[in-house]
């Protein structure tokens, strides 16, 4: 269907610093057109298009282009490579997708979670490997599951400060290979060997390793600051929340179902193929698995026994994966000839108790960033939220819409209102299309530029959970096409 | 498109079913309190569930009073007439309460065993039912589970609990001279093994809901939830009450087993008890160990003991007869008498009768980082209060760090508190050498060296750094606070605290006030003392305030003895076999020989001749010597670092020739070296009361116990002299007048009680 934006683009010559402004002025004008032209639903949208989120005086920052791997569950296809031939692969999808020419970057940003000790700085190792020019400094950032939206925000930083104007964020997880280290008490002998200088010491060294120095130590999904598991503290505030097994089952079905739709429609278009070295291409997410109803509930409680609602088919998947977005300036975006996406807009970071709360980042983020920007959640066309579990988007949901909460906890006077479900996550979200910690912010962001473009709708809200309690959201406004 | 439509349609039909659930509960419970006007135990139907609420409305907690049995009493019958139940829940519908215990109350209004072995019995019967009951009873336990509250809860088919930290289960009952009476005795052992009844019920601890899985005594764990649409306590106990419901429907359809699966090692155990030998060799073993840390003073735990074996060896019949005989006969006895006294002391030391400070004491600062700085340290910082520690030196100030880590990190290991709880609450401690920030404090609690020089010259030092209304707190054993404030500025904020070393583990904190000390000011002292954790005390300002006054002439009294030739092991067995924790000549080494100096010099001063006894002298050349007690790892005793047991020293045997005196065998009997030593203690303690210093008999029986060590089986000086006899006790300190002169002298209040034996210090 057409909707108001394409018809906005269509008059809009591609211009200038003052973009903004124009746009704005000329959303006025126009905004009477469609109104006699077209439907309910046309007239919905094209009332919202009345104005920019620009701001006089702050850079315009386009999305250009977003691109990821498949996202595959780990220990599958991906199984025998490193983080940085996932990233690389990113990479390469996206200058491949926009005939970027490999120096005309000024930065390159990755995030990731778990890191591979060889390739520490894995956004350097990535841009070398993906043949971009060594002159371009790169830097890994984390921030649990929003590493990749701090690499853009980042990026945003940047171009917003003058330092740069072309920034290529991405992010990347692996989940195939993860560093298992020796225990302390092993690291310290061996270090200690290193150290030693006669023989005898290193003999004597070598006896006091005991069975117990070989327990090796594994990377903990859980908290540091609190010990507990993730998806322990999901089901508990699942049941904060009075989310039941029902509804999360529902929504986990609903969340493969959708996603089931989109892949099959080609929606997926931010999904590049990869040539796997050594085994097969691969050029679609493996995770997506529509089951029923009947199928979800035969499930036992993963982390919770025996009366928890949190399993592992309402839970995302561990996977491997990775994406990358081409960020620029207006200004320079069109003057490289590029047809921006969408506007990267008002953002927010947001952090709160670690152990009660630690999932409800798109709750306490969703309200701040809106109000950021001057609009209702009524305003916001597409919802793109991180879907850790499906109880946590439950008790978000939930959290969005109780006065009470807002009061007690958010230290406001009403509450903003769940997202309409016709809205959220409509091409599936983490549970069905996977969730490479790092890189799950950029598919995020990519999806709602793409939606936008696809429905016809002006503004995108991007929310995302974090571990350690924090949560990130952003707004995202079409680029007239 | 059509796909998301149709499953927004379902969203919007299970959003519909959850109302119409709701509706029927809400129209059940509407129902339920219009059948009676209870006050204490209600019910709902939740389908076929029957949830029972507790909630003693006039109270914090939970108590199986009368009223809440017959109520429940009541409750049950209904239950198990309705035939639309088929199980049950029991829940209290106070957050952070389940049952904390009988009530005392209702054991300390009978006069005599016979009546308080009926009230057993009854209990027994009630719980038998429960037991017995065909409809299965889920106890669904948040809060503390004590005492009768357990009982009831162990007679329950199925236990539910909350991992939240105030849920702890636990039979304290031994601490009050009784014994677990409903029950308890004969249900333990089958349910968490002989071994580990014992342990329970001897000890009294408090078990945690995690342990109390692991030893059987729970089948599952709720754990305590965060914000959601309600406050987290209120949804706490709504989802513990649906889990409940969860397990008594399962219970009913047999998805859930009440008959566990043995382990391999529950197999093992349960063989091994089964054996009679075995049974008596415990029975042996723990009687010889209860035998030998309760000096054989404390009636209650042998008869736990031979309530438990009853049970096990004559069949549940005797068991549950001799539960309730024994528990009638230690109800009458004089220690669970002293040891109730205690308790409602403690409660008492546990408020604050001056009242709500008018500004909450935020930012701590303690001046010196010895072994007395650090801990109070150590017991403000995780108490949300922000703690500065100065010292004078890196040396000192790094040592009082260490004590404060070490403190938390031992928590650590016990798994008491996490790494990150650790560290987290150590941010809250800053550690310096000069008074940046002090224009913050709110308090100032100084532990410099006790030489009221020193004490002066800190007290200029401070006061030109804090703000006007920081309270000033000076933590000493002996010097009086007037003279210390004497220095001050502002008398009015000045006040004593004196802590007890060792400061985490000793629960006491005596607060001295003199006439010039501000109303608030103690407030807020006390206040801060509450928040540490501390049983208080407030007592007026004078030589040595209360409890080191009452310990000077006892030791002054023990080092007499020691001159007369008693040997310190002798001594120590002599005062532990009164009931003192802690033995003459161990505590002299404990406080240090050179504050024992110090004291006994500075009050032999104040007090004159009464406070004499044995010659200061004999302990100032042991200072000299370098026999300070245990820190310079010599004094009556040779500590060996690692080492546990302790040799005497044997270099005093010159110090104490020096000093020798002739015993006289008219009052040298160990039954007269006791006295002596307790009577002298008792009546500084009564002559404390006389003149004002103390507040009340309550307060002095509680610092002289939690302080001081005074045997707990006695209640502390005031109930003892009501239970020995105030006449009893002036006889004998009348004889050894005669001999020692007026270091015996009965005071005038302890005369008055002796004359006229209808006064008495506690009703």
């Known amino acids: ?481 | 498109m059509a796909g998301v439509r149709s499953l927004g349609a379902l969203s919007r039909i299970t959003a519909k079913r959850y109302n119409v659930l709701s509706d029927i509960s809400c129209r059940t419970f509407s129902v339920a309190p219009a059948m009676s006007a209870r006050t204490h135990v209600n019910y709902e139907v939740k389908e076929d569930v029957a949830v029972i609420r507790m909630n003693d409305p006039t109270s914090k907690v939970n108590t199986l009073s009368v009223q809440m049995q017959n109520e429940m009493i009541e409750v049950f019958n209904e239950v198990l007439a309705n035939d639309a139940v088929q199980s049950a829940v029991l829940i209290s519908s106070k957050p952070g309460c389940f049952i904390a215990g009988a009530d005392i109350n209702m054991i300390q209004a009978c006069n005599t065993s016979e009546e308080v072995t009926k009230l057993s019995q009854e209990g027994q019967k009630m719980f038998a039912r429960i037991e017995n009951s065909p409809k299965p009873i889920v106890a669904a336990i948040n809060g503390p589970c004590l005492g009768g509250g357990l009982e009831f809860a162990i007679a329950c088919q199925y236990r539910v609990a909350t991992k939240s930290k105030k849920t702890v289960l636990g039979t304290p009952e031994v601490m009050l001279g009784l014994l677990p009476g409903a029950g308890g005795t004969q249900r333990l052992p089958k349910m968490v093994g002989i071994p580990g009844a014992f342990d329970m019920m001897l000890t009294g601890r408090n078990i945690r809901a995690d342990k109390a899985k692991k030893m059987g005594l729970v089948h599952q764990l709720v754990d305590p939830l965060g914000p959601g649409l309600k406050s987290p306590e209120e949804r706490t106990i709504e989802y513990l009450e649906e889990v409940a419901i969860q397990c008594a429907k399962g219970i009913v359809n047999k998805k859930i087993s009440l008959t566990k699966e043995k382990g391999m090692m529950q197999k093992v155990q349960d063989y091994v008890m089964g054996i009679e030998f075995v049974r008596q060799q415990i029975y042996k073993t723990v009687t010889a160990k209860v035998m030998k840390m309760s000096k054989g003073l404390y009636p209650a735990p042998l008869k736990i003991i031979e309530s438990v074996k009853a049970g096990l060896e004559q069949g549940p019949d005797s068991g549950y007869l001799a539960e309730a005989q024994n528990f009638g006969k230690l109800a009458m006895t004089s220690e669970s008498n002293a040891l109730i006294g205690l308790y409602h002391g403690q409660v008492a030391c546990k408020k604050n009768r001056f009242g709500v400070p008018e500004r909450p004491v935020k930012n701590l600062a303690i001046l010196g980082a010895g072994l007395m700085g650090a801990g109070i340290a150590q017991v403000t910082v995780d108490k949300g209060i922000h703690t500065v520690l100065k010292d004078t030196t890196v040396e000192g100030l790094s040592r009082g760090q260490q004590q404060v880590y070490k403190g938390l990190n031992d928590k650590t290991k016990k798994k008491t508190i996490t790494s990150f709880e650790r560290d987290f609450t150590l941010a809250s401690l800053t550690g310096q050498l000069d008074y940046s920030g002090f224009e913050k404090a709110d308090m100032v609690i100084e532990a410099v060296f006790e030489d009221l020089n020193i004490k002066h010259r800190v007290i200029k030092e401070v006061e030109a750094v804090i703000p006007p209304h920081c309270i000033f707190a000076t933590n000493t054993s002996a010097l009086p606070i007037k003279d210390i404030a004497a220095a001050s500025i502002r008398p009015e904020k000045v006040i004593g605290m004196h802590y007890f070393s060792p400061v985490d583990k000793m629960q006491l904190l005596e607060i001295i006030t003199t006439d010039k000390t501000s109303k608030d000011t103690t407030a807020s002292a006390v206040a801060v003392g509450l928040k540490q954790g501390k049983v208080i005390i407030v007592v007026g300002d004078g030589p040595g305030f209360y409890t080191t006054r009452c310990l000077a002439p006892m030791l002054a009294e023990a080092v007499r003895l020691l001159q007369e030739g008693v040997d310190p092991k002798k001594l120590d067995a002599l005062t532990t076999g009164f009931g003192f924790p802690v033995g003459a000549a161990t505590l002299a080494d404990e406080v240090g020989i050179d504050v024992a100096a110090h004291v006994a010099e500075d009050l032999g001063k104040a007090f004159g001749s009464r406070f004499g006894g044995g010659n200061v002298e004999v302990l100032k050349t042991m200072v000299e010597k370098g026999f300070k007690g245990r820190k310079s790892g010599k004094g009556c005793y040779v500590y060996t670092p690692g080492l546990k047991s302790k040799d005497v020293n044997p270099d005093i045997e010159d110090v104490l020739g020096k000093y020798k005196l002739t015993p006289n065998p008219l009052v040298s009997s160990d039954s007269d070296v006791q006295y002596r030593l307790v009577s002298r203690f008792v009546n500084e303690a009564v002559m404390c009361l006389q003149e004002g210093i103390l507040n009340g008999p309550v307060e002095g029986d509680i610092g002289a116990v939690f302080g001081l060590g005074f045997p707990p089986c006695l209640g502390g000086p005031f109930r003892f002299v009501d239970t020995f006899g105030a006449n009893k006790l002036v006889e004998k300190m009348k004889r050894y007048e005669e001999v020692y002169g007026n270091h015996f002298t009965p005071c005038q209040l302890l005369l008055d009680h002796a004359k006229d034996s209808s006064k008495r210090f506690h009703k």
């Open chain 1, 1 to 481: 269907s057409l909707c108001t934006s394409n018809i906005i683009s269509n008059i809009l010559p591609p211009v200038s610093l003052w973009t903004g402004t124009a746009v704005r002025y000329l959303d006025k004008k126009e905004s009477v057109k469609p109104v006699i032209s077209t439907g309910s639903e046309q007239r919905k949208v094209q009332t919202k298009s009345k104005k920019t989120l620009a701001k006089p005086g702050v850079k315009n920052i386009v999305l250009v282009e977003g691109v990821r791997t498949p996202f595959l569950l780990s220990g599958t296809t991906y199984a025998d490579l490193m983080p940085h031939d996932l990233a690389r692969a990113a990479l390469q999808g996206l200058l491949h997708k926009t005939s970027l020419p490999k120096d005309a970057v000024d930065y390159i940003i990755y995030g990731t979670v778990i890191q591979e000790v060889k390739t520490s700085n894995v956004a350097r190792e990535a841009s070398l490997g993906a043949g971009f020019s060594d002159k371009i400094p790169s830097h890994t950032v984390t921030m649990a599951c929003i590493s990749s939206n701090v690499a853009m925000t980042t990026g945003v930083g940047l171009i917003t400060a003058g330092q740069c104007d072309t920034i290529v964020a991405g992010g990347v997880e692996f989940m195939s290979d993860v560093p298992i280290r020796h225990s302390r008490k092993m690291r310290k002998t061996m270090l200690a060997l290193n150290r030693a200088k006669t023989l005898g010491q290193r003999l004597s060294l070598i006896g006091s390793i005991r069975m117990a120095h070989l327990t090796p130590e594994l990377p903990a999904v859980a908290e540091f600051s609190t010990a507990e598991t993730m998806g322990h503290s999901a089901d508990r505030l699942a049941a904060a929340f009075g989310v039941t097994r029902l509804e999360q089952d529902e929504f986990a079905l609903r969340s493969h179902t959708l996603a089931k739709q989109a892949q099959d429609a080609g929606l997926l278009s931010d999904v590049i193929s990869f040539k796997v070295p050594g085994r097969d291409t691969v050029a679609k997410d493996n995770g997506i698995r529509p089951s029923s109803m009947e199928q979800l509930a035969k499930l036992k409680p993963a982390f919770i026994k025996p009366h928890g609602t949190v399993t592992a088919a309402n839970s995302s998947f561990l996977t491997d994966g990775a994406s990358a977005v081409l960020i620029m300036s207006e200004e320079k975006a069109l003057a490289m000839g590029y047809k921006p996406k969408a506007y990267l807009r008002d953002f927010v970071f947001v952090s709160q108790d670690p152990k009660d709360q630690l999932l409800l980042g798109p709750a306490y983020g969703t309200p701040k960033v809106l109000a950021r920007a001057g609009l209702t959640m009524d305003d916001i066309d597409v919802f793109e939220f991180h879907e850790a579990f499906a109880g946590q988007i439950m008790a978000n949901l939930k959290a969005l819409d109780s006065d009470w909460f807002a009061q007690t906890y958010m230290g406001r006077k009403v509450k903003v209102g769940a997202p309409a479900m016709e809205k959220f996550n409509l091409w599936g979200g983490s549970l069905s299309l996977g969730h490479p910690f790092g890189a799950t912010g950029c598919r995020l962001v990519t999806t709602v530029a793409h939606r936008l473009l696809k429905e016809g709708g002006q503004y995108g809200l991007v929310a995302a959970c974090a571990a350690g309690g924090q949560g990130h959201a952003m707004v995202i406004e079409a680029y007239p096409q």
